[in-house]
């Protein structure tokens, strides 16, 4: 990367301005006599700087499921603030009582349906402290870093003026009197030379308020300063994780002395590893986590934010003291985060867990759960820049055939189209791509094409010229048409905050007039942070106008998730809302989720690459991004073999498993390469095709409570302080830990074990118990896959060309037996494709093994999905020799074969043949 | 197509029929296990090697067997068995469902029949002419060989020859230096003389000049007329005993002077006389010009031949270089111009004293040896290229019979949208923008890259023009049978690396009947 293109915090003046700011004690105060309630769940406060005696409203709100929000904005604007549309789902209210103490002029919150908790607004200074069960939990401005920029006219130099005016005495009356911009601009007025006397420097006048220049580009900042800061405490944690992305560690770091984490979507050249740099997507959300608690906090907005981490070990015990509920326990440990961003209002959600799925519950609530992912989208995927034409799809397809190894899509890249125009065909290139989906189509796979944001000015290419007709594009200051550089040269970019612009690009997507589609062609929105090759930081200017009056620097994180947002509204139209849609895209933001998979962007074929795959892919998995990945093999540069291996062993336990490279790299087809390579990439790739049920029941569970399939220790194991840092293994739902290779010539990997029920490798089915840290040898042809004690997987171990020819294959179960003698799964069963699963046609089973009879229970008896597929094997680990095996279906007992392994404890049941979705017991004695 | 049905389980073909006898139990055809014989095909995978289930899809590594009557029989992996997709033309691999699929195997038996009839024709008339190839290739190598050999006894005799004519031209040499040596003693002892004589005429002239009183005798006053030859110029005074330093006298005679005087002054001396314009300038200009243009005409004349001859040899090794053309160099061989001889005389020409005639005589007979010698020396060199070419050519691999000399010396081309793409085979692959443009090299010839059981599948060209950002270009020739030379496809399945599809006869080889489906049922 040219660190050079994208700014420091010293270079971004908001940043800078509110790094700066660190009063001894905050300038913001309220009163108990403004408390005012709004409804049940809903407390207004007025509060005051009294720097400048600006007034601002701060708005308590009390949600189902132990979360609070929180909103301050200023009491009147001189122009609206931003608010962040389209985010927050409808979220039931609970009620709340307010209990005003005069004494120590404080307002204790107790929240109605949940009596362990209780929000604390201190009035001055103002502070707000949140407890569960009367811990303290969170503390809001306790650092005294709050601070609201407030709109104001931009100063008109008058040098005279100022220094003829006397000095006048602040007038608390003034204000009252005062009403409308042209009072407010007097007092401003006033108030100036005053402010001037305070400070050193006119806050009203600080560096790059009005105009700031980057490079070659200026901000022209019509509206002024307007930027925004918060700190909020994590009191009593010493870990926190989130606000991906980042290409860094999963625990986020302290970064005093160093870069804030920033968050603005960018497209980042060739990016580099243990960076805060911003990426390709923004996810203000953040988790904290100790042994005996989980909690989440949101930090809603679409401008560019900065976040500082401060978890030093000074921290050690300051608010603890403040509080005084620890006293006399050891220093307790907290991270103070400080929240800057350089546009809209305060609005934060407080998430109080306790455990880590009950917050990804809460935060899924507010901003959504996972899109269930189609099937065939949960496999593997093969990519690169470019598939040329129809014979190179033609004989990639057939390669995979020749070599026996599964894949389900096929993925086109920006080459495939007539000069990157999207929606349309190179015609040389592609003459009948109908015909050649459909060849794949009829072996049940599937295809992506790539469909950009970018549109190329050409009058004679019909997407340009309707949109231009109907004024659907950004527009500059002056209100002519804004024009960035992209692939297609000269490109204009769609303005998708308006809900009339997403229509009509929904509309693009039947086949009608998507000429060359067909329903089995899905999509790939990249580039969408928006990349402009020529603008800052190769993004659009900040100063550029959207639709509805709103400047880009307001909705910049938010262009991308518009994008992916239309395009599925578009796949769901073209089939009259039948058929699940998928678009990956590269841009994400609060919600993402809810539309489809993302991907990590462009990765590079590096040993350190393959390894920050784990800690990326888990923060977005924390932020509630079910379906995520990163490109196999690294998008720049060539893999050797090795590592192409390995990373093949490690994407195929991560979300989104899709191979793809750049256009300057070697071919990659697995089969190019020695056939040891080849034969290992196959075994993961099949291992992934083996496992599908056991993902697509994670998928579905994700889409139902935003627990993420791919998942870190901690989550599993909240308890084991020792597993906070570890990104470098993770779980695959509750029942599989991973731990990739990513270093050559790896022959043996050392791996933690945490929890008591020990855990089985998958291969080899040795038993290792746990608590511990093993030896697991790794040869190329393994790494480090173990299922936990106590659980139960589902496979299909009949692998086929593509998921589609997998339906009615039978199904193993393979059960991990506790050391108690038990082990609990579920299974998830659909059509793959419909929406059917949300009118009760699906199977979802509880899995229970105990007592030595293993359970199949439907956990909703109303649902029923009609499969022909059955139970061909179940395979217990950890039991002793049994006697006999009986089957009990319909009321009906029959005897069943079985074979066992003493030296592994590995009981195989043969064939029990009952059809699955039934209800279905099977005893051991 | 009904007749024969032999009772055999599914997916097994006929010759593994005798391993499942109903009769007896199972085992494992890598011996593991053995189950009961209703454990066979019962569509649950009990042999690790996929054997008890070989019409089933329930081992991951199994293999079904289609007869596919009529046409040719196939395994596929059992993973293609019941999934939807019909994979055997008899239809037999999705026996759940028996309608799903049509039988096509006598369709697919009339189209390969016929396709195989094409392909014998061709292989056949390719064959023939492979052989003719082959035939001239042998003659043409054993052409190459035989010439080797003739022009290796050639240079045998040249380097002789060359011997003698360099123990010959030494010698002379030895004379030549010798003499030249002696001429330019001679010249130089005269040059001097006469450099001695003028400075006493000069001595004599200032003598008489300064004496302005004529008495014969030079005092100090006289000599401070001439400022220019004050000692210590530095304080711009020239004075009596600074005067009186020069001549160490109150005067001197003429004779003292010359002894004593003139040799310390002779270079400071100005004479005070203005020379008469006309006569002294002019002359001296003149010479010095005609001298100089002289000397340039004569370096053109030294020069010009010689570059021409240089260009000459470079153009012809260019082009033996790039053809192998050894009948071309062969013609040319006699015509090559006498190297650059440096003639001796030119050496001495500033003394301006032409040799004697012995001297000279020598000279030109020194210039002759050298002339010959070099003239077998060039002789010798063209040879020893000419047998390298030769023997390059002749390490060449142009197959087990030699057929593939066909190729060398011609290119063949393919125009796509886009380029003409250019394979001459043993030489390069190119590309160039098809309405003109500079041509880039994919790459040189670098061996044939074909599996080590049939290395003549495949071309590699290497070391093209190297990518911007990225690889030196290259590319992969695949060789297949055809009716003629002809470039069929050309492909870049990665960047920078180009894949030609190239059909030749000498490719072809004997059709083996066998390996068509047969006309019998």
């Known amino acids: 990367v040219d660190a050079g293109n994208f700014k420091r915090c010293d270079q971004s003046a908001f940043c800078q301005r509110q790094r700066n700011f660190k009063p001894e004690i905050s300038p913001y105060v309220t009163n108990i006599d403004s408390l005012r309630k709004i409804d049940n769940s809903h407390f207004a406060l007025d509060i005051t700087n009294t720097q400048n005696n600006k007034a601002f409203v701060l708005d308590l709100f009390a949600l189902e499921d132990s979360t609070l929000r929180l909103k301050i904005n200023e009491a009147q604007p001189i122009a609206e603030r931003y608010e962040v549309p389209n985010t927050i789902e409808d979220v039931k209210a609970q009620n709340m009582i307010a209990v005003p103490n005069l004494k120590n002029g404080s307002i204790v919150f107790h929240l109605g349906d949940n009596t362990n908790i209780q929000a604390v607004i201190s009035c001055s200074p103002f502070r707000l402290d949140i407890y569960d069960e009367k811990e303290p939990v969170f503390s809001v401005n306790s650092r005294n870093l709050m601070h609201i920029e407030h709109l104001r006219q931009k100063p008109v130099p008058k040098p005279h003026e100022e220094k003829t005016k006397p000095e006048e005495p602040e007038n608390p009356d003034e204000e009252q009197a005062e009403q409308g911009e042209n009072e407010e601009e007097d007092k401003q007025e006033e108030q100036e030379p005053q402010e001037e006397e305070k400070e050193e420097s006119d806050p009203d006048d600080q560096p790059g308020m009005w105009e700031e220049t980057f490079k070659t580009h200026t901000d022209s900042k019509p509206r002024g300063p307007e930027s925004i800061g918060l700190d909020t405490s994590f009191v009593n944690f010493a870990h926190v994780y989130g606000i991906p992305e980042h290409a860094d560690k999963m625990a986020l770091k302290s970064t005093v002395g160093s870069e804030p984490y920033r968050l603005y979507n960018l497209d980042v050249f060739e990016y580099e590893l243990d960076s805060r740099a911003a990426l390709y997507g923004s996810i203000p959300f953040m988790i904290g986590h100790n042994s005996k608690r989980t909690v989440g906090l949101l930090w809603l907005n679409a401008a560019e934010t900065w976040v500082d981490v401060d978890s030093t070990e000074d921290n050690k015990g300051v608010l603890g003291t403040l509080f005084g509920y620890f006293a006399g326990e050891e220093a307790v440990p907290e991270v103070n985060v400080h929240w800057m961003s350089e546009s809209g209002v305060i609005d934060v959600y407080f998430m109080l867990g306790r455990n880590p799925a009950d917050v990804m519950r809460q935060y899924t609530k507010l901003t959504g759960t996972s899109y269930m992912p189609p099937m065939w989208a949960t496999t593997y995927h093969q990519s690169r820049w470019n598939y040329k034409d129809e014979q190179d799809v033609k004989t990639v397809d057939a390669g995979f055939d020749e070599h026996d190894i599964p894949y389900d899509c096929l993925w086109l890249d920006i080459e495939h189209t007539d000069g990157k125009r999207y929606f349309t065909w190179d015609t040389l290139k592609f003459p009948d791509p109908v015909q050649m989906q459909n060849a794949l189509a009829a072996k049940g796979r599937k295809m992506v094409t790539i469909i950009d944001p970018h549109i190329k000015v050409d009058t004679n290419y019909h997407i340009y010229r309707e949109a231009q007709n109907k004024g659907y594009f950004i527009k500059n200051k002056d209100g002519s048409e804004f024009k960035g550089w992209c692939w297609p040269g000269d490109s204009a970019y769609l303005d998708l905050t308006l809900p009339e612009v997403r229509d009509w690009w929904a509309s693009q997507f039947v086949p009608e007039v998507y000429k060359g589609s067909t329903l089995n062609l899905f999509t790939w929105n990249d580039m969408n942070e928006p990349s402009v090759f020529n603008g800052p930081e190769i993004t659009m200017h900040k100063d550029i106008i959207h639709g509805a009056g709103w400047e880009h620097r307001h909705v910049h994180n938010l262009y991308g998730i518009l994008l992916q947002m239309s395009t599925v509204k578009g796949q769901l139209a073209r089939s009259q809302g039948n058929e699940r849609p998928f678009v990956l895209s590269r841009a994400f933001y609060i919600g993402t989720q809810k539309y489809g998979a993302i991907w990590t962007g462009d990765n590079t074929a590096e040993w350190g690459h393959l390894a920050a795959s784990v800690p990326m892919l888990l923060s977005i998995g924390l932020c509630g991004i079910a379906h995520s990945g990163a490109d196999v093999g690294g998008f720049f540069k060539n893999p050797d073999p090795e590592m192409l291996s390995r990373w093949y062993q490690a994407a195929a336990y991560q979300p989104f498993f899709r191979a793809h490279a750049h256009i300057d790299t070697s071919r990659r087809e697995p089969w190019l390469y020695d056939d040891k390579y080849r034969d290992i990439i196959r075994a993961a790739i099949r291992e992934r095709y083996e496992l599908l049920p056991y993902w697509y029941t994670l998928f579905f569970q994700a889409h139902k409570s935003g627990e993420p399939p791919m998942r870190p220790l901690w989550y599993e194991f909240p308890a084991d302080v020792s597993t906070f840092d570890k990104d470098d293994s993770h779980m695959v739902g509750t029942a599989l830990l991973v731990q990739p290779v990513s270093k050559p010539n790896t022959q043996v990997t050392s791996v933690y074990l945490p929890g008591a029920t020990g855990w089985f490798d998958v291969k080899t089915y040795q038993y290792y118990p746990s608590p511990n840290t093993v030896s697991i040898s790794t040869p190329l042809d393994k790494i480090a896959v173990l299922q936990r004690g106590g659980t139960i997987v589902p496979r299909k171990m009949r692998v086929r060309r593509c998921s589609a020819l997998m339906t009615h294959d039978p199904y193993t179960l393979f059960v991990a037996v506790s050391p108690q003698g038990t082990a609990v799964g579920q299974l998830y069963m659909d059509d793959g494709h419909t929406f059917g699963f949300q009118n009760l046609k699906y199977n979802y089973k509880n899995l229970l093994f105990q007592n030595n009879v293993l359970i199949s229970k439907s956990a909703n008896p109303d649902a029923s999905w009609d499969s022909d597929a059955w139970l061909e094997r179940v395979v217990f680990m950890g039991v002793s020799r049994p006697t006999k095996i009986e089957m009990t279906v319909d009321g009906q007992v029959h005897p069943l074969e079985f074979s066992y392994e003493s030296t592994t404890r590995v009981l195989t049941v043969r064939k029990p043949g009952v059809k699955m979705q039934k209800d279905w017991s099977i005893a051991i004695q | ?521």
């Open chain 2, 1 to 521: 197509s009904q007749m024969v049905q032999v009772d055999r389980p599914r997916g097994v073909s006929l010759t593994k029929k005798v391993l499942y006898d109903p009769a007896k139990e199972f085992t494992c055809f890598d011996g593991s296990q053995t189950i009961q014989f209703q454990f066979v095909n019962d569509d649950y995978c009990d042999c690790n090697d996929g054997s008890d289930e070989p019409g089933t899809s329930a081992c991951p590594n199994g293999s079904f067997h289609c007869t596919n009557a009529g046409y040719r029989p196939q395994n596929i992996p059992s993973s293609r068995v019941n999934d939807g997709i019909c994979d055997c033309c008899d239809g037999t691999d999705e026996w759940k469902t028996p309608t799903a699929c049509a039988n096509t195997c006598m369709e697919l038996r009339r189209a390969a029949l016929e396709e195989n009839k094409k392909k014998m024709e061709e292989s056949s008339k390719g064959f023939a002419l492979r052989q003719e190839y082959a035939k001239t290739g042998q003659a043409k190598k054993l052409e190459r060989q035989e010439k080797v050999k003739e022009l290796q006894q050639e240079l045998a005799q040249i380097q002789l020859l060359e011997d003698t004519l360099k123990t010959e031209k030494e010698a002379i040499e030895i004379q030549e230096t010798a003499a030249i040596d002696e001429h330019k003693r001679i010249a130089e002892e005269k040059q001097q003389k006469i450099a001695h004589e003028e400075n006493l005429r000069k001595g004599a002239e200032a003598f008489s000049e300064m004496d302005v009183d004529k008495d014969g005798s030079l005092t100090i006053p006289e000599l401070l007329s001439h400022p220019e030859l004050d000692p210590d110029t530095s304080d711009g005074i020239f004075t009596e005993e600074e005067a009186l330093t020069i001549l160490q006298a109150g005067s001197v005679d003429m004779a003292v002077f010359m002894d004593t005087v003139w040799g310390a002054i002779n270079e400071t001396f100005r004479t005070n006389i203005p020379p008469p314009m006309e006569e002294q300038e002019t002359p001296a200009e003149d010479q010095i010009q005609d001298g100089s243009e002289q000397e340039r005409e004569a370096d053109r004349e030294l020069l010009e031949e010689p570059e021409e001859e240089d260009q000459d040899q470079d153009e012809e090794d260019e082009d033996s270089d790039e053809e192998y053309d050894d009948e071309h160099e062969y013609d040319e061989d006699g015509e090559y111009r006498e190297p650059p001889v440096l003639r001796k005389e030119t050496d001495t020409s500033n003394s301006g004293e032409p040799y004697d005639e012995i001297t000279q005589n020598l000279v030109n007979q020194a210039n002759e040896a050298r002339s010959k010698f070099q003239e077998a020396q060039t002789k010798k060199k063209n040879l020893e290229n000419e047998v390298e070419s030769l023997n390059k050519a002749l390490e060449l691999d142009f197959g087990p019979d030699e057929g593939y000399q066909a190729l060398q010396f011609q290119c063949f081309e393919l125009l796509t949208m886009e380029y003409k793409y250019k394979l001459c085979p043993y030489d390069k692959a190119t590309q160039s923008p098809k309405n003109g443009g500079s041509e880039t090299v994919l790459g040189r010839w670098g061996s044939w890259s074909g599996p080590p059981e049939n290395i003549y599948a495949k071309m590699m060209y290497e070391n093209g023009i190297t990518c911007w950002n990225g690889p030196a270009r290259s590319t992969e020739v695949v060789i297949r049978c055809g009716m003629e030379h002809k470039l069929l496809s050309v492909d870049e399945p990665s960047r920078c690396a180009y894949k030609y599809e190239f059909a030749t006869p000498c490719a072809c080889t004997q059709v083996d009947p066998n390996a068509l489906p047969r006309d019998e049922l």
